[in-house]
């Protein structure tokens, strides 16, 4: 069954560090999306991605972020001069349509950890 | 008001009870409806899409009332395999909206 892929699994960076995330989507979908979960809290929408650039951000996607599909196959997230606030689980996510019939599937999560 | 709110739980109930789970939604012009279940530290994975006529997979049964804006599941002759966390979630244009999500537990 095709699934999302994500790495890394988790990362420990020290504050002000910048990290990249990354994320493989399923082959033929056209969306790609990234939400975070702050440990014992939901999950926040932070972008969707769609055609190349930005369809939907939300008001934690600030300059301190940034997504770019770099090839064809890899969608990555960009965090620029961590806080210790970034400190939380990131998924990546993807799907075949839009808002109709776009159901998301996750990856498995990448765990960020600043200190 | 929350945009996405659930039942705070947490449910505990017995293998084989049935159990629902109640949902509303604040904005009116949402799209697409869905239950997701997330297990402790895992991924959100996709249960089951909602429609307004209902549908039904197995043991679950989703209800979609659009003029209430208010969604639910219903898990029917529960098992220990369960036991997760049960995620309302709308969809608004290409932004999926979480709910905080509803514990269960199912002991045997």
């Known amino acids: 069954e095709p699934e999302v892929t994500q790495t890394p699994s988790h990362q420990v960076t020290q504050m002000g560090q910048e990290v990249i995330l990354r994320c493989v989507p399923i082959?033929?979908?056209?969306?790609f999306y990234w939400y975070r979960q702050i440990l014992g809290q939901k999950v926040e929408f932070l972008v969707s991605?769609?055609?190349?650039?930005?369809?939907?951000k939300s008001e934690i996607f600030d300059d301190q972020f940034s997504v770019e599909r770099p090839d064809g196959s890899n969608f990555t997230l960009k965090i620029r001069s961590t806080k210790l606030e970034d400190s939380a689980m990131y998924f990546c996510?993807?799907?075949?349509?839009?808002?109709?019939?776009?159901?998301?599937?996750f990856g498995e999560g990448s765990r960020l950890t600043v200190l | 008001r929350k945009e996405v709110e659930q039942d705070p739980g947490p449910f505990n109930v017995p293998e084989g009870a049935t159990v629902a789970f109640n949902c509303t939604y604040s904005?009116?012009?949402?799209?697409?409806f869905f239950w997701y279940r997330q297990d402790c530290r895992k991924e959100p994975k996709l249960l089951m899409s909602?429609?307004?006529s209902g549908n039904e997979d197995g043991r679950f049964t989703a209800q979609l009332n659009r003029a209430s804006q208010y969604i639910s599941l219903l898990i029917r002759d529960s098992k220990l395999s369960d036991s997760a966390t049960y995620l309302c979630?709308?969809?608004?244009?290409?932004?999926?909206?979480f709910g905080e999500g509803t514990q269960l537990t199912v002991n045997p």
């Open positions: 996510a993807s799907s075949r349509g839009g808002f109709i019939g776009g159901e998301l599937f």
């Open positions: 082959s033929n979908h056209l969306y």
């Open positions: 991605f769609y055609n190349n650039e930005i369809s939907e």
């Open positions: 904005n009116s012009a949402s799209q697409s």
């Open positions: 909602v429609y307004s």
């Open positions: 979630v709308v969809r608004f244009y290409s932004r999926l909206t």
